[in-house]
Structure formats: C-alpha cells, structure tokens
Nanobody, 119 residues
Framework: QVQLVESGGGLVQAGGSLRLSCAASDRIFFRINDMGWFRQAPGKQRELVARLTSDGGTNYADSVKGRFTISRDGAKNTLYLQMNSLKPEDTAVYYC????????????WGQGTQVTVSS
C-alpha cells in the first residue's frame, strides 16, 4: 500500500509563503504517476489546486496561477507545493493525491495538512 505523508502546513499572514511537502513511500509509484494537490475549505467541496504529470506537465487552478508552483524531487520521492502571496481565501486543508486520472483525483491520498492565512 502506497503511503503519502504531507508536511509543511501552518499559520501565515496574508502575503506570506509556505511550502508543502508530500513524501511517497514507493519510488516507482512516484516516478510513473501524475501527482497533485487538492484543498478543501470549510463548507466547500474539495478542489484541485495543481497537478504535475509524470513527464513534467503542470496544471493550476485559476485562483492560484502565478502564486503557487508544483514540483517534485525524484531522488527524495517528494512532491512540493510552493505557495507565495498567500491570501485568506487560500485557507484550507491541503491534500496530496497520487495516480491522478487526468484532472480527477486518484485513489491515493495523504492525511492532509492545515493551511491558515490570516488577514
């Protein structure tokens, strides 16, 4: 069973930055699958934030374009989400997802990490 473990969430003021990490337990899984970040704010549906394909392609939600960057380190089996110019509306629980199907989530989820942006 592949495990995804997120870290890096926290409390930050508006305009600040955070970097989320997602460590995968399986190197081959991490190398061959599309990976992504989703988020869920209170009372809202979970939404796609960013996707990184196995060949390096990226997709971003319109609300985060130009502010967030998704990347991976193959040597560390780790997916990252660099979040800059954070806004209060970015407050949510952020989830790592693996084996995405197009822009739809795959079956593998991390436990989630809370990001809170204060105004």
């Amino acid at each position: 069973q592949v495990q995804l473990v997120e870290s890096g969430g926290g409390l930050v003021q508006a305009g600040g930055s955070l970097r989320l990490s997602c460590a995968a337990s399986d190197r081959i899984f991490f190398r061959i699958n599309d990976m992504g970040w989703f988020r869920q704010a209170p009372g809202k549906q979970r939404e796609l934030v960013a996707r990184l394909t196995s060949d390096g392609g990226t997709n971003y939600a319109d609300s985060v374009k130009g502010r967030f960057t998704i990347s991976r380190d193959g040597a560390k089996n780790t997916l990252y989400l660099q979040m800059n110019s954070l806004k209060p509306e970015d407050t949510a629980v952020y989830y790592c997802n693996g084996a995405m199907r197009g822009l739809r989530p795959g079956d593998y989820w991390g436990q989630g990490t809370q990001v809170t942006v204060s105004s």
